[in-house]
């Protein structure tokens, strides 16, 4: 969430930014100023009324003591406590007008990040890796169901459109992934490992910016009372879309202590979408599930030293793949396809040789104050008499089941086998080579 101060000093900043979104200010700030102003004028008047107030009931006590009559001033105490009242209600009105409108306006983007409306205008940083091709190339699911370890058919029995089902040495595979990540992560890159729940509240979809905007994107669960935008509560339950969400929520409305800065954190989860949005995108094979699992980063930075922490949280995605030896490219989104809370984003594509294409593998974030400010977290800053909003950033470390398909694409080989990422032998109980079953 932005703060209200600066969108009142910089609307016309703000305008902008929310253009280069390919975002119509209008549309979505509607008569900004007009709301600002009504709300100010209510809260003004209200503390002249209670100014009044208190000199009244200091009057009707003197004149009292004094053994005055004092029933004009109490009546007119009493009737400065009827327009309190209406003035009160009218300024909660407009302050949940003004809170709801902040919370749909999405984060500024950095001035670094490229204009543009659509992916198609995304920057490419860098490549790293030779691209394989084979004569005998197929996607993984073909290789996968040939070797007898994916099945989306008996997936889409029990779930519907959009599950899997991993056996035998593939589901072996999508273990060794997830342990790999969280030791290269945790012990190599000083990421403390998390378990975390994979159910939270409205309130932690609200600190990191999945509600209300996304609502329909989510998964809720039928033990609450219907979802009403606007209203947050801490006892209704969702099934989280990312590992961000319960691990950026550990410290809601918390106060940090400067010298823990930076914390880095690390988990892995299944995580829910309902692609509300991808109809009829990604139908074959394993890029776009219901259920998909991942190792996430996040990381609670001091603003001057987030993009710093940005491009090492980058590095430390980056270079899960690079062990792998799987190619892949940095990209840096342009402002329309940032996502809503984030300042600056780049994805980390790899290249699948079986669809001819490089395919998203993990998003790292910068969000500034955005989402700490939303989830009021801060900490107090050295020699500064008030507490500061964190800066936040995650990233995947990576998608494991986008890793999976890509270690099937990229080290299938003629006779229908899949080679395995030598560092993952130790992982895989020393198999080397994934074999069709008899």
């Known amino acids: 969430m932005l703060d209200l101060n600066f969108v009142r000093n910089n609307l016309g900043l703000v305008e902008e930014k929310l253009r280069a979104r390919a975002v119509d200010p209008a549309g979505l700030l509607g008569d900004f100023h007009s709301l600002d102003a009504q709300r100010r004028e209510a809260i003004t008047q209200a503390e002249q009324l209670k100014a009044r107030r208190n000199e009244l009931s200091q009057q009707v006590g003197v004149l009292k003591r004094a053994g005055q009559d004092a029933a004009s001033l109490m009546e007119e105490t009493r009737s400065l406590k009827d327009r309190l009242d209406e003035l ?37 940083c860098k490549c790293w890796g030779v691209k394989r091709s084979f004569d005998f190339t197929r996607p993984h699911w073909e290789v996968g169901e040939a070797l007898g370890i994916l099945d989306l058919e008996r997936a ?40 975390p729940p994979f159910l939270v509240n409205s309130k932690s979809l609200f600190g990191t910016g999945q509600l209300p905007k996304f609502s329909e994107d989510l998964f809720r669960c039928s033990d609450g009372a219907e979802y009403v935008p606007g209203e947050y509560r801490d006892n209704d339950h969702w099934l989280i879309p990312t590992a961000e969400v319960p691990l950026t929520n ?90 809503f809370s984030a300042a ?7 290249w699948l040789p079986g669809q001819g294409v490089y395919r998203e593998i993990s998003s790292c974030s910068n969000f500034e104050a955005f989402q700490a400010r ?7 800053a050295a020699g500064k008499g008030k507490n500061e909003f964190v800066h936040t950033l995650n990233g995947s470390g990576l998608a494991i089941g986008r890793t999976w398909l890509a270690i099937l694409e990229n080290y299938q080989q003629a006779d229908g086998s899949v080679k395995i990422p030598e560092v993952l032998w130790p992982y895989m109980g020393g198999t080397e080579q994934i074999v069709a079953e008899d």
């Open 250 to 339: 550990l410290y809601r409305d918390e106060i940090l202590e400067e010298s823990k800065l930076p914390i880095s954190l690390t988990a892995y989860t299944p995580c829910f979408r309902s692609e509300a949005g991808a109809a009829g995108r990604d139908t074959r094979g394993i890029i776009r599930q219901h259920q998909f699992q991942k190792v996430e980063l996040v990381k609670f930075v001091r603003p001057e030293e987030s993009n710093a922490e940005h491009e090492k949280l980058t590095r430390d995605a980056e270079s899960i793949l690079e062990k792998l030896e799987l190619p892949y490219r940095r990209v840096l989104l342009c402002s329309g396809d940032t996502g």
């Open 344 to 350: 600056k984003t780049f994805d980390l594509e790899v």
């Open 374 to 380: 939303r989830a009021n977290i801060r900490f107090k």
């Open 88 to 124: 009160d209600t009218k300024a909660g009105i407009l302050d949940e007008e003004m809170r709801q409108s902040l919370a749909r306006i999405p984060n500024l983007t950095r001035d670094e990040v490229p204009p543009g409306r659509t992916e198609e205008e995304n920057v490419v």
């Open 156 to 195: 889409t029995k029990l779930s519907g459109a959009r599950f899997s089902v991993l056996k035998g040495a593939g589901s072996r595979l999508e273990r060794a992934l997830i342990q790999f990540m969280l030791d290269q992560h945790g012990e190599l890159h000083s990421y403390t490992e998390i378990s």
